[in-house]
C-alpha cells in the first residue's frame, strides 16, 4: 500500500505515481485537487498528470470518463507498490526502439552497453541543482546523502545535477532531436539508446559543484571531483566513463555510479 511519509516513486508500464506534494500543478484548475492529494499518477510516456489519489480514492484530472486502459494501469500501478516486483520487464522497451527504427540486439553488440533495467521503486534523494526531485534505489540515496555529508565536512560541497532517468525521459531526447532534422544515427554518437543509459537504473547521478556549469569536462578541475576521486569508493561509486574507457564513451568525470561497498 502507499504510505503518504514515504517519499517514494512507483514506476508502472505506462504510469508513475509521485508524491503531489513535490509537484507542481501545470493547470491552475488542478491545483486544488493536487494541494489535496497525496499521490500523483502521471503518463510516463508524455509527462502529463492523469490523476490524483487521496487515501486510497483515485480522482481523474480530467473530467471525461477514463479508459477502461487508464483504470486497469492504475490498478496495476498500485499492486506494483507492494514491493513484489523489482524491475520493469525489459520488453516495454520494445515500443520505443520500433519507433526508432532500431536493432536493440545490434545496437548492444556495437556498444557494448547492456539494457539496464528499471526499478519499480525508486526512493526521494531530495532536489537537484535544478530544484527537480531527485529519485535513486534506496541504498544508492542512503550512500549518496552520506558523501554529500562527508564532502562537506571536508569544506567540498557537491551536488546532484541529475539521477534517475526514465527510458521515456531518454526518448524525449530523441524526438526533439529527430525534429531538429538530426539522424537517428548521429544522435546515437552522443546518447545512449532508450534502455540503456545507466541513469535508468537509478544508481548513477551526475554531480556537479556550485559555480561550474553543470556536466562539462571541465568538473575535472574542481576540488569537488579531486575530492570525489579520492573518497567516493568509500561510499560504493564509481565513475563509469573515465579517459579512454572500454565503451568508447567520452570521457564524463561528472558521471558517478553507485556499485554498492563493503567499505563504509
Ligand atoms: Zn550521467
Avoid at 484548475?29 to 509527462?47: F, K, M, P, T, Y
Avoid at 507492494?82 to 522497451?93: Q, R
Wanted: aromatic residues 10%.
Amino acid at each position: 500500500m502507499l504510505i503518504p511519509a514515504e517519499y517514494r516513486l512507483i514506476n508502472g508500464s505506462w504510469l508513475d505515481v509521485v508524491p503531489a506534494c513535490l509537484y507542481r500543478a501545470r493547470a491552475n484548475n488542478h491545483a486544488r485537487q493536487l494541494a489535496r492529494a497525496d499521490w500523483l499518477i502521471r503518463n510516463r510516456s508524455s509527462g502529463s498528470y492523469i490523476a490524483t489519489m487521496q487515501a486510497s480514492r483515485v480522482r481523474f484530472l480530467n473530467r471525461s470518463p477514463a479508459p477502461q486502459q487508464w483504470l486497469d494501469a492504475v490498478g496495476e500501478l498500485l499492486a506494483a507498490a507492494d514491493g513484489s516486483i523489482i524491475y520493469l520487464p525489459l520488453s516495454d522497451l520494445a515500443p520505443l526502439h520500433a519507433e526508432l527504427d532500431l536493432d536493440a540486439d545490434a545496437y548492444s553488440q556495437q556498444s557494448g552497453l547492456s539494457a539496464v533495467p528499471e526499478p519499480v521503486q525508486l526512493e526521494y534523494a531530495g532536489r537537484d541543482c535544478f530544484r527537480r526531485p531527485l529519485w535513486l534505489v534506496y541504498d544508492a540515496a542512503k550512500a549518496w546523502a552520506r558523501m554529500r555529508t562527508a564532502a562537506e565536512a571536508d569544506g567540498v560541497r557537491i551536488q546532484a545535477i541529475s539521477g534517475y532517468r526514465s527510458p521515456y525521459y531518454q526518448m524525449g531526447i530523441f524526438r526533439r532531436k529527430i525534429i531538429r532534422g538530426m539522424t537517428v544515427g548521429d544522435i546515437l554518437a552522443v546518447n545512449a539508446a532508450p534502455g540503456f543509459s545507466e541513469h535508468h537504473s537509478g544508481r548513477a547521478i551526475d554531480i556537479g559543484t556550485p559555480g561550474e556549469p553543470a556536466a562539462q569536462e571541465c568538473f575535472e578541475n574542481t576540488p569537488a571531483f579531486s575530492w570525489l576521486n579520492r573518497n567516493a569508493a568509500r561510499f560504493g561509486f564509481r565513475m563509469s566513463y573515465p579517459r579512454g574507457n572500454a565503451h568508447g564513451i567520452s570521457y564524463e568525470p561528472w558521471h558517478w555510479l553507485w556499485i554498492g561497498s563493503n567499505q563504509s
